[in-house]
T-cell receptor
Framework: SQTIHQWPATLVQPVGSPLSLECTVE??????LYWYRQAAGRGLQLLFY??????ISSEVPQNLSASRPQDRQFILSSKKLLLSDSGFYLC??????????????FGAGTRLSVL | DAKTTQPNSMESNEEEPVHLPCNHS???????IHWYRQLPSQGPEYVIH???SNVNNRMASLAIAEDRKSSTLILHRATLRDAAVYYC????????????FGSGTQLTVLP
């Protein structure tokens, strides 16, 4: 069965510090991968998505970046965090496109507080 | 991108049916209608999806209007564990990029 791992669960970082959040998927090959952010009391905002290794598309201009060094690994990074980067970060995966169901499966999330 | 509109909140009594509406008037022919729910401090969970026909699974039913401009998620007997934010989402079959989350409906289940 497929599983998604996302860590850490919570993170408190000072303004200006770097960030690295990691997400890995098990039990599937060539998944589509996604990073979302959810501000307190708000809906989900798609940040990045990837359809393959090294293929990253950004949905929102910001000081965050994403990388996909391996098929089932997706990393969210920042060189210098801003206060506005605080939020609940979610990784998700899906398989296929073009007529398939494209159901997304989400990780447990990382709650980031930038102080 | 096609967008969805949902009521901000709804209430239901335990053991009663709940009908959660979603409007998606600009839906395209390749968009699937997906519903997810999110419990506090957890990632969203897939509930159900459909294209044109009504769908049933162990969690819920999905009723899709004939013109596909609206849909309704039906929980047949609400339980306290169903209290969550419910998101209606359009996902294009043609691309992984076509992802638009609505504002979601906060469902409160009263004992």
């Amino acid at each position: 069965s497929q599983t998604i791992h996302q860590w850490p669960a919570t993170l408190v970082q000072p303004v200006g510090s770097p960030l690295s959040l990691e997400c890995t998927v098990e039990g599937t090959s060539n998944p589509n991968l996604y990073w979302y952010r959810q501000a307190a009391g708000r809906g989900l905002q798609l940040l990045f998505y990837s359809v393959g290794i090294g293929q990253i598309s950004s949905e929102v201009p910001q000081n965050l970046s994403a990388s996909r060094p391996q098929d089932r690994q997706f990393i969210l990074s920042s060189k210098k965090l801003l206060l506005s980067d605080s939020g609940f970060y979610l990784c998700a995966w899906s398989v296929g496109a073009g007529g398939t169901r494209n159901i997304q499966y989400f990780g447990a999330g990382t709650r980031l507080s930038v102080l | 991108d096609a967008k969805t509109t949902q009521p901000n909140s709804m209430e239901s009594n335990e053991e009663e049916p709940v009908h959660l509406p979603c409007n998606h008037s600009t839906i395209s022919g390749t968009d699937y209608i997906h519903w997810y729910r999110q419990l506090p401090s957890q990632g969203p969970e897939y509930v159900i999806h459909g294209l044109t026909s009504n769908v049933n699974n162990r969690m819920a039913s999905l009723a899709i209007a004939e013109d596909r401009k609206s849909s309704t998620l039906i929980l047949h007997r609400a339980t306290l564990r169903d209290a969550a934010v419910y998101y209606c989402i359009l996902i294009s079959s043609g691309s992984a990029r076509q992802l638009t989350f609505g504002s979601g409906t906060q469902l409160t289940v009263l004992p």
